[in-house]
C-alpha cells in the first residue's frame, strides 16, 4: 500500500525558512513525478511545484526564486526547501505522486499525503 507522509511544517517568521520532506513507502518512486500543493483556509488547491524522475522542473510563478523542490531516490523522499517565506505562504502542503508529471501538475495525481500545516506570521 502506499503512502505519503509529510513533515517539517511550522510557524515561521516572513522572511524565515522552512523545509518540508515528503517521505513516500509502499513502491519505488524513482520512475515517478514528484510534487507540491498547498491549500489555503478558504481557497482553492494549487499547485506549487513540480520534479519529474529525470529531475527536471517546474514552479509556480508565485513561488519561483524563493522555494526549491529536489528528491533523493535513495530514501524515496521528495523535499520543498521554502525561503523568503510571505504570509500568502500560510497554507496545508500536501505531496503528490503520480508516474506522469503532467499530471502531478494538473492536481490529478494518483498518490496524495495528508498535508502539513505551514504558517507564516509575527
Known amino acids: 500500500q502506499v503512502q505519503l507522509v509529510e513533515s517539517g511544517g511550522g510557524l515561521v517568521q516572513p522572511g524565515g525558512s522552512l523545509r518540508l520532506s515528503c517521505a513516500a513507502s509502499g513502491r519505488t518512486f524513482s520512475s515517478y513525478a514528484m510534487g507540491w500543493f498547498r491549500q489555503a483556509p478558504g481557497k482553492e488547491r494549487e499547485f506549487v511545484a513540480a520534479i519529474s524522475w529525470s529531475t527536471s522542473t517546474t514552479y509556480a510563478d508565485s513561488v519561483k526564486g524563493r522555494f526549491t523542490i529536489s528528491r533523493d531516490n535513495t530514501k524515496n523522499t521528495v523535499y520543498l526547501q521554502m525561503n523568503s517565506l510571505k504570509p500568502e505562504d500560510t497554507a496545508v502542503y500536501y505531496c503528490?505522486?503520480?508516474?506522469?508529471?503532467?499530471?502531478?501538475?494538473?492536481?490529478?495525481?494518483?498518490?496524495w499525503g495528508q498535508g502539513t500545516q505551514v504558517t507564516v506570521s509575527s
Open positions: 503528490a505522486v503520480d508516474l506522469s508529471r503532467t499530471a502531478v501538475a494538473a492536481g490529478q495525481a494518483r498518490y
